[in-house]
């Protein structure tokens, strides 16, 4: 594969989740950091992220987001970025509090995974992730 890709799963009922718009989305953030590669995503409720984040960062109770940048070698056909986990409710609770449409809050959250995919962490490069997300924020009004 030479492109991007991304690959959006969800089993949800509610809240309704607009697929296209976010693989768009996600298409868009891609091109817009320069990856190239394959990345997949998986909305759910707060079980599954709950026991995601309990697993993976140790700590309990669900998340909005987490990523898991691939490290292994890059396939036949291409990279692959790694994986971003969105839970729709935790996200649905949030565009309420914050007044507005869920298709922007699940926006912001993929933009948020797809940055960790890129390299970047908050937690230990000094606000340059902060930076760039508030910038790319601006860019897509969200």
């Not at 759910?44 to 109770?61: H, P, Q, S, V």
């Not at 007044?99 to 809050?105: H, S």
């Amino acid at each position: 594969m030479t492109g991007r890709e991304v690959r959006l799963h969800c089993r949800l009922r509610n809240p309704p989740i607009p697929r296209d718009e976010l693989v768009g989305f996600a298409l868009d953030a891609l091109g817009k950091l320069g990856l190239e590669g394959e990345v997949g995503v998986v909305v759910c409720g707060e079980r599954t992220i709950a026991a995601l984040n309990r697993r993976f960062r140790g700590k309990r109770g669900p998340t909005d987001v987490l990523s898991f940048p691939y490290a292994g070698p890059a396939g036949a056909d291409g990279p692959y970025l790694g994986d971003i986990v969105i839970a729709a409710p935790v996200a649905q609770r949030a565009a309420k509090e914050e007044g507005r449409p869920l298709a922007v809050e699940l926006k912001r959250l993929l933009l948020h995974g797809i940055l960790h995919l890129a390299g970047y962490d908050h937690e230990t490069d000094g606000g340059a992730m902060a930076r760039k997300e508030r910038g790319l924020r601006r860019a897509w009004k969200l």
